[in-house]
T-cell receptor, first 112, second 111 residues
């Protein structure tokens, strides 16, 4: 069984560019979470969806960040324009009805 | 709202025991424990849902004291594979389990 799939695994971009991170949750899971992890701020919840509907986006740092879940098997997190302080590892996780969360391998983003 | 984990770091010899604590200033619905190895994603260990509940899994167990709003993770007879950073994630209501993670406790087990 495939776990949560994220792409790309690494992304290096220049300040001002648009970045799109992708996530495919585990089939059958109905909740999807986007996290950001840095040394300074730890593991922060950015936004989560239930049945493809955004439930809480209070963790999204600013308007430059947006997330969508057009269907049960795909979600994107977009940063436009990107800034150096956005450099972090971004994790996507999915769960079934609020139980254990399964994390994807993460996307390491570096904004120069 | 972020739970407070203690200690921040632990160094053990193989076979020694450790306790990691997670405290919240707000009433908890559930506590989740995860372990993350360097360069990898967090991996689920266990969920505690009821006050006073204790769960175990191999030589790792945990308790949840609802009144004190805290949970403890017990690692018994530690193995080298236990090394990593342990996070507690706290949920304040049921439903979708929005988790707020603590800062983590780094555990290093040496031979």
């Amino acid at each position: 069984d495939a776990g949560v799939i994220q792409s790309p695994r690494h992304e290096v971009t220049e300040m001002g560019q648009e970045v799109t991170l992708r996530c495919k949750p585990i089939s059958g899971h109905n909740s999807l979470f986007w996290y950001r992890q840095t040394m300074m701020r730890g593991l922060e919840l950015l936004i989560y969806f239930n049945n493809n509907v955004p439930i809480d986006d209070s963790g999204m740092p600013e308007d430059r960040f947006s997330a969508k879940m057009p269907n049960a098997s795909f979600s994107t997190l977009k940063i436009q324009p990107s800034e150096p302080r956005d450099s972090a590892v971004y994790f996507c996780a999915s769960s079934l009805s609020g139980n254990e969360q399964f994390f994807g391998p993460g996307t390491r983003l570096t904004v120069l | 709202q972020q739970p407070v984990q203690s200690p921040q770091a632990v160094i053990l010899r193989e076979g020694e025991d450790a306790v990691i604590n997670c405290s919240s200033s707000k009433a908890l619905y559930s506590v989740h424990w995860y372990r993350q190895k360097h360069g990898e994603a967090p991996v689920f260990l266990m969920i505690l849902l009821k006050g006073g509940e204790q769960k175990g899994h191999d030589k790792i167990s945990a308790s949840f004291n609802e009144k004190k709003q805290q949970s403890s993770l017990y690692l018994t007879a530690s193995q080298l594979s236990y090394s990593g950073t342990y996070f507690c994630g706290t949920a304040f209501s049921g439903g979708y389990n929005k988790l707020i993670f603590g800062a983590g406790t780094r555990l290093a087990v040496h031979p």
